[in-house]
């Protein structure tokens, strides 16, 4: 069982303990302990497959009309080649027999005999094989969704699908391997209970790189301003963040890895609570700092803001109380708020801040874990943070590079003039529109609805 779960954190009510300890509480049966166990995996990660649904729908509503239809194939693309890849080398090499730093190159092979053979010799805090393989398949095509959204509208169907084939079979898992299957950051006591730093961060980093080697879209960066490009559709991406929303009490709740008992319902219970919460902070924090800084509510912001709240406390959801985790919500949130002009000052162009929300607000909810865990440490969580970092960004940015010069990563100038949709599928997602307006429309960005990110990026 990977390193997460902890039970009995002297969060359990009082009274439920004097139950327990006095003996009138019966204790469940080790099959029915495999059972509870083994179905908080399954509905785990269906709320954490349905975040690709998320992702596919924020980034379909932050990208311009013309490259909707691309940016849908690349997000379901890439959630099959990293459920393959993982099965084929990513779930031994980051679980089996891991000793310090690498687990082994072979393909996932558990429980392929009698369907009932493990329950039959089940014990308390046991769980299906196949589940437990599931629940961690999902949250590597999280890693590689945060990577399609920053490089959209200008990077190759196949070299990107090439990255995520790399990126979900080899960097990730390696990384992964360090704290959840038993390595050597775990034993120097390094905590991300549910992946600020090993999905959120990873995919920051890897998304960076990307951005940095593709360069802006043609016409972000003229004559040192931004120029603002308004996604297609913000009622869309708001869909998207709720969906994510949605699925994270899967992506952090089911991290307890274990139901069978009541601690366990208890500490699962306050990990919804908690994630909840944080996201709420996130989002009312980017609402109100959006219009004391821009003088009107930026929506987008306001998403990334909730996105934030959710990374940041996704490293430790269970030890904090409720008003700590709005807190730690509301600086995450408040990070990526000034991050993304940061960014565009500097010329980087991420389409639907992805960097600032899952680099920047990975790396403060991993740092800010020992605030409320008193078994953490500043100095074990700075080590991890800049491990993972030393690890992802080489790797990420060879990978990047040797595509570059190979096969070639970007559009040319005229597949990104005329969008992803139909240089590279040949079709497009909306088929009444014409370059991404309605026929007989100005094609002003006001025509267009409510500009995406258009006060912050004017400021920047």
Not at 157 to 171: N, S, W
Not at 269 to 284: D, Q, V
Not at 397 to 410: D, E, H, P, S, Y
């Amino acid at each position: 069982m990977r390193g997460r779960r902890r039970v009995g954190v002297a969060l359990t009510a009082a009274a439920a303990g004097a139950a327990w300890s006095s003996g009138a509480m019966a204790q469940t049966t080790a099959e029915t302990q495999f059972i509870l166990n083994s179905f908080l995996f399954l509905f785990g990660g269906v709320l954490v497959m349905f975040m690709a649904a998320g992702f596919c729908m924020l980034e379909a509503g932050l990208v311009r009309t013309k490259n909707v239809a691309d940016i849908c194939l690349k997000n379901i693309a890439l959630y099959a080649l990293a459920g393959v890849m993982y099965y084929l080398i990513g779930y031994d090499l980051m679980y089996d027999g891991v000793e310090s730093w690498i687990g082994s190159f072979s393909i996932w092979n558990a429980g392929e005999g009698a369907p009932g053979a493990e329950a039959v010799t089940a014990e308390a805090g046991g769980y299906a094989a196949h589940s437990d393989w599931f629940f961690q398949m999902v949250f590597v095509a999280t890693a590689a969704s945060i990577v399609s959204g920053a490089v959209a509208e200008r990077v190759k169907l196949f070299p990107f699908l090439a990255f995520v084939l790399v990126l979900t079979a080899l960097i990730y898992p390696i990384q992964g391997s360090w704290k959840w299957g038993g390595g050597w950051l775990d034993g120097l006591g390094f905590n991300d209970f549910a992946g600020s730093t090993i999905v959120h961060s990873v995919g920051g980093w890897a998304a960076l790189t990307g951005v940095l080697l593709l360069g802006p879209r043609t016409g972000k960066y003229v004559g040192g301003r931004v120029a603002p490009m308004p996604g297609s559709s913000l009622p869309l991406a708001t869909l998207g963040t709720f969906i994510l929303w949605l699925g994270w009490f899967g992506f952090n709740g089911a991290s307890q890895l274990a139901l069978g008992t009541a601690p366990d319902a208890i500490a699962v219970s306050r990990i919804f609570a908690n994630t909840n919460m944080a996201a709420a902070g996130g989002a009312l924090a980017a609402t109100v700092l959006t219009k004391a800084l821009y003088k009107k509510v930026d929506l987008t912001m306001v998403l990334n803001g909730a996105l934030a709240g959710l990374v940041s406390i996704t490293a430790e959801p269970l030890t904090p109380s409720v008003g700590a985790a709005i807190l730690i919500g509301a600086v995450g949130a408040t990070i990526v708020t000034f991050a993304i002009p940061l960014l565009d000052k500097v010329k980087i162009d991420d389409v639907v801040g992805a960097i600032p929300v899952h680099l920047f607000a990975g790396i403060f909810g991993t740092l800010v874990v020992p605030v409320t865990n008193p078994d953490a440490s500043f100095v074990a969580q700075l080590i991890g943070v800049a491990a993972v970092a030393a690890w992802v960004i080489p790797t990420s940015a060879i990978l990047w590079f040797v595509l570059k010069v190979t096969i070639g990563i970007r559009l040319s100038p005229e597949e990104e003039l005329i969008g992803g949709d139909a240089s590279e599928l040949g079709l497009e997602a909306y088929p009444e529109f014409v370059d991404g307006v309605p026929e007989g429309a100005s094609s002003s960005p006001t025509a267009m609805g409510a500009p995406s990110r258009q006060t912050a990026a004017s400021t920047a």
